[in-house]
């Protein structure tokens, strides 16, 4: 079966500190990936997706960037944190032919 | 434009009862996939149910119904015998076909209390 692990769970970062998060998914071969935020009550936002190793798409622009050195690693990173980049962010992955997406536990970053 | 508009904030029901959930959508596709997800207080979404534009049966998982209205552009969630641990949000959601690789549109969720 497959599963996604996002890591850390939460994290506290100052404003300006910079920032890595990483996904990474058992179980599937070459599957889309996708990064989300969702801030505090709305829906979830779209920030990057992948179809493959090094193949990198952003759909907001922002202080934000998103790596994929691996088949099943997603990585989520920023030189400077702002204040608002505070949320809560999902990773989540598709089979390439499939529907459904699947997502990760998510982590809650707080910028200070 | 708002592609899903989920306009029920929060929505209460008793044990055992049944509830609809409400999503409208937007689209100019004709191929399109709607979604229901789950997501309880810890914050994981958790994928409930799928429907495609050309399935022309309701999709059923369970307890889980998606009452399919292509004309009216609605893609309600039912939960029948709701019990207590259907209380978190919900986020109705679209793909479409021809958009980016599976990107999802997601409303703003809909709050479920189920109370005994």
């Known amino acids: 079966s497959q599963t996604i692990h996002q890591w850390p769970a939460t994290l506290v970062q100052p404003v300006g500190s910079p920032l890595s998060l990483e996904c990474t998914v058992e179980?599937?071969?070459?599957?889309?990936l996708y990064w989300y935020r969702q801030a505090a009550g709305r829906g979830l936002q779209l920030l990057f997706y992948s179809v493959g190793i090094g193949q990198i798409s952003s759909e907001v622009p922002q202080n934000l960037s998103a790596s994929r050195p691996q088949d099943r690693q997603f990585i989520l990173s920023s030189k400077k944190l702002l204040l608002s980049d505070s949320g809560f962010y999902l990773c989540a992955w598709r089979r390439t032919s499939g529907n459904e997406q699947f997502f990760g536990p998510g982590t809650r970053l707080t910028v200070l | 434009a708002q592609k899903i508009t989920q306009t029920q904030p929060g929505m209460f029901v008793q044990e055992k009862e049944a509830v609809t959930l409400d999503c409208t959508y937007d689209?100019?596709?004709?191929?399109?996939?709607l979604f229901w997800y789950k997501q309880p207080s810890s914050g994981e979404m958790i994928f409930l149910i799928y429907q495609g534009s050309y399935d022309e049966q309701n999709a059923t998982e369970g307890r889980y119904s998606l009452n399919f209205q292509k004309a009216r552009k609605s893609a309600n969630l039912v939960i029948s015998a709701s019990q207590l641990g259907d209380s978190a949000m919900y986020f109705c959601?679209?793909?479409?076909?021809?958009?980016?690789?599976?990107?999802?549109?997601f409303g703003r969720g809909t709050q479920l209390t189920v109370w005994p």
């Open positions: 959601a679209m793909n479409e076909r021809g958009s980016t690789l599976g990107r999802l549109y």
């Open positions: 179980g599937t071969s070459n599957p889309n």
């Open positions: 689209t100019s596709d004709q191929s399109y996939g």
